[in-house]
């Protein structure tokens, strides 16, 4: 009889591509439909990779205007195209986000900005 724990191991271990090539064996070979237990196999391990690899756009959050907010306030007007009432607004509501829906290299380079000039930002 096969070793029943090592071959739940491998499953277990299973990238969501490897699931679904042992899906598509199982159809195909056995006549076997794994709709049900290919989900659960890929369930946490695959999910979490799979999502963090297609995200593709992120936010700028400004956390904390520090301790130049005049500085801040400037900079915000500038980055955003905002009024310097609007831009003034968007940084005493910090935690607030200065731009969304940016690239990783765009919104790191605004971080860079805002946190070089005295602010505390972040990219989510």
Not at 7 to 19: F, G, H, M, Q, Y
Not at 29 to 57: H, W
Not at 79 to 94: R, W
């Amino acid at each position: 009889m096969a070793d029943l724990k090592k071959i739940a191991d491998e499953l277990v271990n299973l990238t969501v591509k490897e699931v679904s090539e042992l899906a598509d064996i199982l159809k195909e070979e056995y006549g076997i439909e794994p709709a049900a237990a290919a989900v659960a196999v890929a369930g946490p391990s695959g999910a979490g990779e799979e999502a963090e690899a297609e995200k593709s756009t992120f936010d700028v959050v400004i956390t904390s205007p520090g301790q130049a907010k005049l500085q801040i306030v400037k900079l915000v007007k500038e980055l955003t195209g905002l009024g310097l009432k609007e831009a003034k607004a968007l940084v005493d509501a910090a935690p607030k986000p200065v731009k969304e829906g940016v690239s990783k290299d765009e919104g790191e380079a605004l971080v860079g900005q805002l946190t070089e000039a005295g602010a505390e930002a972040e990219l989510k």
